[in-house]
């Protein structure tokens, strides 16, 4: 199975958590590998979940990963069109 970007960003949080199977890991990791918008993610969300679990509490910031989304979502909808 060949993973696109939304699925990395689906099981992002879990991979950080070492909960997804590990045929799922090893699957997100090799497509990490080529993918610099979701090696971008996995830093920026291992930063605010290594933050907030300082405070004891595992919740992102209200909308956090959404915007993100939304903003990734679009700069992919920019990159498949210049192509
Ligand atoms: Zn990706």
């Not at 950080?16 to 990490?32: F, G, K, S």
């Not at 610099?36 to 993610?41: D, K, L, N, R, V």
Request: charged share 35%.
């Amino acid at each position: 199975m060949k993973l696109d970007c939304r699925h990395v960003w689906e099981h992002i949080s879990e991979y950080i958590d070492n909960t997804v199977d590990a045929t799922l890991r090893e699957d997100i990791e090799r497509h990490l590998e080529h993918c610099e918008i979701c090696s971008a993610i996995l830093d920026s969300t291992r930063n605010i979940l290594v933050l907030t679990a300082d405070d004891r509490t595992f919740e992102l910031p209200v909308g956090y990963s959404e915007r993100l989304h939304e903003r990734l979502a679009k700069e992919l909808e920019q990159d498949s069109k210049t192509e």
